[in-house]
């Protein structure tokens, strides 16, 4: 029986991930995406499953930046979650929006509300904890008007109330978790695959006219669909960076060589970041 490790504590939204693709395994919660990642490379873990995107915030850049800079672990599948964000009181709150004082939550989160935020309590006090089950934590604890900003999980672990559901401003919200582990072997996830994806880090030699063109080229003329590219910075200076590419379509023998080889050719770096399947999770 495999080790699993989540970005915790309970109620966190990787917790929900963890619970709805992988069944009967023993689970860690980790206060940062960090420490589990180092629980991954440290063996103290089999998996480690910590976010990634979010579709209204965008990435997070903790993951990204940990994994390319810090501990080089294998991508060995994603899990893509819907996101449900609720104003969560403690159970002997019953008063009125205008009298919570502060509101707690993960970044990313408060990002994902602040339409309601605004128009409902923009005189509350905004502050960031670790994760979104964290914040649950904190208020089920108080003994003030305050909130947090969680989901149903997180409501039921801490016995908090959900004053109002889905207060995120976008409806389409969906999380990107990525599953890390040594040996791809042992992931058992018993959903259907949505699709097969390959991560690359691709490092250019110098900032020139027509670079990144190139790199592009390298996939468009081979009909290879990019799904993703991002930039971010080498942290050796201003003005470097280094793209992270996602591609529609598992490794091969032929394509992803040849690809590898004719950026090599224009002098870029290539890393395998990880191919992996996908699964969509319906909660």
Known sequence: MSKIGYLGPKG???????????????????????????????????IGVVPIE???????????????????????AEIVVPIQQHFLVHGNFTGQLDEIQEV??????????????????????????SSTGK????????????????????????DLNI???NIHDYPNNHTRFVVLSKDKN??????????????????????????????ISAFAWRK????????RPTKTGLGNYFFIIDVNQSLDDVLFPSVKAE????????????????FQMHL
């Open 12 to 46: 966190t939204f990787t917790k929900l991930a963890v619970d709805t693709a992988f069944n009967g395994e023993e689970k860690q919660s980790f206060e940062t995406i960090p420490e589990c990642i180092d629980a991954v490379y440290e063996n103290q873990i089999d």
């Open 54 to 76: 979010n579709a209204i915030e965008g990435t997070v850049q903790l993951t990204v930046d940990y994994l390319v800079h810090q501990v080089r672990l294998p991508i060995t």
């Open 104 to 129: 707690y939550s993960h970044s990313h989160a408060i990002a994902q509300c602040q339409q309601y935020l605004h128009k409902f309590i923009p005189n509350a006090t905004i502050h960031f904890s």
């Open 135 to 158: 914040a649950a934590e904190i208020v089920s604890k108080a003994n003030k008007p305050i909130a947090a900003i969680g989901n149903k999980l997180a409501a039921k672990e801490y």
């Open 163 to 165: 004053y109002k559901e």
């Open 186 to 215: 042992i992931i058992n996830i018993n959903h259907p695959v949505k699709m097969e994806k390959t991560t690359l880090l691709i490092t250019l030699p110098s900032d020139y006219a027509g670079a990144l063109h190139q790199v």
């Open 224 to 231: 290879m669909n990019l799904s993703k590219i991002e930039s």
């Open 263 to 278: 950026l090599e050719a224009l002098g870029c770096s290539v890393t395998l970041l990880g191919s992996y399947p996908v």
